[in-house]
C-alpha cells in the first residue's frame, strides 16, 4: 500500500515520461483521486468528440466503463491503443442488451410492425449493439443529444426502437410531445411486448427493458420529503431516472447540463441532485457559495465506475512506460466498421 505522496508521485512521474504519447481521460462520475489526473474530463458525448480528435496520442487510458473505452477505440485510429484500467468496469445497463437477444426482438418487430422502425441506442452499449444499429440506418445517442438524434430518427421512420435506458428513451419522447399511450417497452427475457396501452399501430417509441441500477435508486419519495423539508430546494435529476422522478422533479438533463446548470446559479441557490454521488459531491465541494446535496439520503455511486483507482491507474500507467500495454480495450474490425457508422452519424446530427 502506497500512500498519497507515493501514488501522485509515480503516477506524474510515469505521465511525464509518456508525454504527448499519452492522454487521459475521465468521465465526470470518476473519483476525486483518479480525475485530478485527467487530461480531459467530460461526459460521455463531449469524451467521444475528444477521443475522435486525438491525432497526437498513441494511447489512451480510459477512466470511464467498458462501452466508453470501446467507443475510443472505435473512433481513434488502428494504431492508437485504448486502455481501461480495471476491465471489470463494465456498465449494468450496458449488460441488459445482449445483441443475440436483440436480432430476436428485431425479427418480431419486423413481423408487428413492418419495416417501420429505426433503431436508436444510447452509447451505454456494447460495441455489437451499436453495429447492428449502424448496419440497420440507426445512430447513436447520449443523454446530452437525445431530443436531437430522436427528432432526426422520426424525419426516417414511423417508429424507434430504443435501447438499451428504457427511462432515457421514455423521458425524451414524452418531452418531444409522443403520449405514454404510443410507447410500449419490449420484454427482451420473456420475448414479449409489455404497456401497450393500446393498438399496435399507434405505437412510435418501443423502448428496451432496460435501466441504470444508480439512477434508478431515485424515487418520488424522496423528492416529497426534501420539500416538505425545504420548499427553496430545487431538484435536478438525470434522465436516467424513472418517468415519475423525472415529472416530480424541476429539471432534468444529462451529467454535462447539471454541471452546467449548477456552474451558472446563483449564490445562495439550493440544490438536491439526482446523479452519481462522486459529481454530486465534487459539485459541493467546487460550488460552496451553493447548498447541494444529493436528493437520496442514502449513497448511490456507480460501483463499476469507482473500480478504476488509484492502483490500476498507476499499474496501466507504469506498464505503458516500460512498453507494456495491459488492459487494451479493442473492437474487432467488422464491429469497428459498422458501430462506427452509428456513431458518426451521431456526431454528424447533432
Ligand atoms: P452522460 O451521458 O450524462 O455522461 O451519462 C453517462 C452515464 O453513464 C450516466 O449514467
Ligand atoms: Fe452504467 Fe448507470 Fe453506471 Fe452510468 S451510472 S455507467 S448507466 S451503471
Known amino acids: 500500500n502506497l500512500t498519497d505522496k507515493e501514488y501522485d508521485e509515480r503516477i506524474r512521474r510515469a505521465k511525464d515520461q ?11 462520475y470518476q473519483r476525486d483521486d483518479v480525475i485530478r489526473y485527467a487530461d480531459f474530463t467530460g461526459d460521455s458525448l463531449e469524451l467521444a468528440r475528444i477521443a475522435a480528435r486525438q491525432e497526437q496520442a498513441k494511447a489512451i487510458i480510459f477512466c470511464g466503463v467498458h462501452f466508453m ?12 491503443v485504448v486502455i481501461l484500467p480495471d476491465m471489470k468496469a463494465g456498465c449494468s445497463m450496458a449488460d441488459m442488451a445482449d445483441i443475440d ?14 419495416d417501420t ?18 448496419r440497420h440506418g440507426g445512430t447513436t445517442c447520449t443523454s446530452s443529444n437525445a431530443k436531437g438524434v430522436l427528432d432526426w430518427a422520426f424525419s426516417r421512420k414511423k417508429r424507434i426502437l430504443f435501447l438499451p435506458d428504457q427511462h432515457l428513451g421514455r423521458n425524451t419522447a414524452y418531452a418531444m410531445g ?7 417497452v419490449w420484454n427482451q427475457v420473456d420475448g414479449e411486448w409489455e404497456d401497450v396501452k393500446g393498438p399496435m399501430e ?8 432496460g435501466h441504470c441500477s444508480v439512477h434508478t435508486k431515485f424515487t418520488v419519495d424522496q423528492i416529497k420529503r426534501l420539500r416538505e423539508r425545504d420548499p427553496e430546494t430545487k431538484v435536478i435529476v438525470h434522465p436516467e431516472c424513472t418517468f415519475d422522478v423525472v ?35 465534487r459539485l459541493a465541494e467546487t460550488h460552496p457559495e451553493q447548498h447541494i446535496q444529493l436528493l437520496s439520503q442514502t449513497m448511490c455511486p456507480c460501483l463499476t465506475m469507482n473500480r478504476i483507482d488509484r492502483p490500476h491507474l498507476l499499474w496501466t500507467l507504469e506498464s505503458l512506460a516500460e512498453g507494456h500495454v495491459v488492459n487494451q480495450v479493442s473492437v474487432d474490425p467488422e464491429t469497428t466498421k459498422w458501430s462506427k457508422t452509428a456513431l458518426d452519424r451521431m456526431l454528424s446530427i447533432v
Open 18 to 28: 509518456l508525454g504527448t504519447d499519452l492522454v487521459i481521460m475521465g468521465h465526470h
Open 69 to 80: 473505452a470501446e467507443s475510443a477505440d472505435i473512433l481513434t485510429r488502428d494504431d492508437q
Open 101 to 114: 437477444e436483440l436480432e430476436e426482438a428485431w425479427e418480431v418487430i419486423q413481423e408487428d410492425l413492418g
Open 117 to 134: 422502425v429505426i433503431p436508436v441506442t444510447y452509447v451505454n452499449s456494447t460495441a455489437a449493439i451499436k453495429a447492428f444499429v449502424g
Open 178 to 184: 409522443v403520449p405514454l399511450e404510443e410507447m410500449a
Open 202 to 209: 399507434d405505437l412510435r417509441v418501443l423502448l428496451w427493458k
Open 247 to 281: 415529472q416530480a422533479s424541476d429539471l432534468d438533463g444529462s451529467t454535462s447540463f447539471i454541471i452546467k446548470t449548477i456552474e451558472n446559479a446563483p449564490a445562495g441557490s439550493k440544490w438536491a441532485v439526482g446523479t452519481e454521488v462522486n459529481l454530486v459531491q
